[in-house]
T-cell receptor, first 115, second 112 residues
Framework: DADVTQTPRNRITKTGKRIMLECSQTKGHDRMYWYRQDPGLGLRLIYYSFDVKDINKGEISDGYSVSRQAQAKFSLSLESAIPNQTALYFC??????????????FGPGTRLTVL | SQQGEEDPQALSIQEGENATMNCSYKTSINNLQWYRQNSGRGLVHLILIRSNEREKHSGRLRVTLDTSKKSSSLLITASRAADTASYFCATDPYNAGNMLTFGGGTRLMVKP
């Protein structure tokens, strides 16, 4: 079984709809992240969480919200979807560690299209 | 803004050739990491090099780090068609809580 899972894998929705993307992990990591990737571009950080009670905004948090329901679950919501939120969304996790082992582990992604 | 910038943005080579990708960054770092992304899939961690290391190997991968020039390179030797993917560098800047900043990636195509 995959260590980091995302649901749904694909979603088409309409402008103004509320959408929730879910992420679950079995790696036992405390840190979880949500990224957005636009075609041909790198990753931009939306939100991150260092533990259940610690939620932080990333580079592009406007229009998004998150919930850390448990150590293993981190969901991303688009309160009122708009077409320029069409993108590939990734969840990632990492262990609480210093500079030696902070590699991130990614889910398979959710392809979201907002019409 | 992106901390790491990869060069070239796209690279096309023949199977068996070596592929070299470069990453430049702006601030002091704890470590630098390289990731691979197959089309539309999640990123996969390849290798991490610490700021006090200059070179690291993993199979057909060789990574160098020059902190004086704030640059790193990823060399894939004897490339295979299956190496076709995008490759991203990610930096762990000082005083950033071990958060990573990803570059824009190099798209590598290896032709059979």
């Amino acid at each position: 079984d995959a260590d980091v899972t995302q649901t749904p894998r694909n979603r088409i929705t309409k402008t103004g709809k509320r959408i929730m993307l879910e992420c679950s992990q079995t790696k036992g990591h405390d840190r979880m992240y949500w990224y957005r990737q636009d075609p041909g571009l790198g990753l931009r950080l939306i939100y991150y969480s260092f533990d259940v009670k610690d939620i932080n905004k990333g580079e592009i948090s406007d229009g998004y919200s998150v919930s850390r329901q448990a150590q293993a679950k981190f969901s991303l919501s688009l309160e009122s979807a708009i077409p320029n939120q069409t993108a590939l969304y990734f969840c990632a996790t990492s262990a609480v560690a210093g500079a030696l082992h902070n590699e991130q582990f990614f889910g398979p992604g959710t392809r979201l299209t907002v019409l | 803004s992106q901390q790491g910038e990869e060069d070239p943005q796209a690279l096309s080579i023949q199977e068996g050739e070596n592929a070299t990708m470069n990453c430049s960054y702006k601030t002091s770092i704890n470590n630098l990491q390289w990731y691979r992304q197959n089309s539309g899939r999640g990123l996969v961690h390849l290798i991490l090099i610490r700021s006090n290391e200059r070179e690291k190997h993993s199979g057909r991968l060789r990574v160098t780090l020059d902190t004086s020039k704030k640059s790193s390179s990823l060399l894939i030797t004897a490339s295979r068609a299956a190496d076709t993917a995008s490759y991203f560098c990610a930096t762990d800047p000082y005083n950033a809580g071990n958060m990573l900043t990803f570059g824009g990636g190099t798209r590598l195509m290896v032709k059979p």
